[in-house]
């Protein structure tokens, strides 16, 4: 009788043991499948409307509702190209994107332009290369005296390591708006998956 518990005890922690690893191979592959494909692009205006992103867009969303007002994210993993002909940017792939609609029409997004928590300095990177394509393309500080641009100095990255950097404000007078900033991401659990998140939110120019 007691060599039975024990073979059932042992195959069933075995048992256990083979769900465990299976579980880690699962997602070990999906994560190397989602390196491997390229992401694909989400290409809007603000202002526009939902189909018209729909038609430009090579990474798959779902429809807007008519007549509401909510949000929708890609079916697959996606970076944006802000359309607009003067005030074009483009963002690395993201894995938080959401876009908004009010009755049709695209009024908001929100995007973390990255696959995984960042060390600082390529998180700082990242919104040094968007901030001077805003430059480029006709993008403007909103408040650069009490909110000035991210910069690659020492007073920056310490504030960024230890959680007291700031979101700063541009627009594109008189049409858009955006705040970005860089915030900590920890994980006690999980220390390994702690670093740096970057979060953009846009809408219409509201002076």
Request: glycine share 4%; hydrophobic share 40%; net charge negative.
């Amino acid at each position: 009788m007691k060599a039975i518990q024990t073979t059932f005890k042992y195959m069933r922690a075995h048992k256990l043991i083979a769900v465990f690893i299976a579980l880690v191979l699962a997602v070990g592959i999906n994560n190397a499948i989602e390196a491997l494909t390229p992401a694909k692009e989400i290409a809007l205006i603000i202002g526009e409307p939902w189909d018209d992103m729909q038609a430009r867009s090579t990474a798959k969303i779902g429809d807007d509702i008519p007549d509401e007002i909510w949000y929708r994210m890609p079916d697959e993993l996606a970076y944006l190209r802000f359309a607009d002909p003067k005030h074009g940017f483009v963002t690395p792939p993201a894995k938080f994107f959401t876009v908004g609609f009010n009755k049709g029409m695209i009024d908001t997004l929100r995007i973390s332009p990255q696959l995984e928590p960042l060390p600082l300095q390529e998180a700082l990177d990242i919104v040094l290369d968007l901030q001077n394509q805003w430059r480029s393309n006709g993008w403007e500080l909103s408040d650069p005296e009490e909110s000035p641009a991210y910069e690659n100095n020492e007073r920056w990255k310490q504030a960024i390591e230890n959680c007291r950097s700031y979101s700063t404000q541009w627009h594109a007078e008189p049409l858009y708006e955006l705040a970005i900033g860089i915030n900590c991401f920890k994980r006690d659990r999980f220390p390994k998956k702690s670093g740096y998140m970057i979060t953009i939110s846009m809408g219409k120019y509201n002076p």
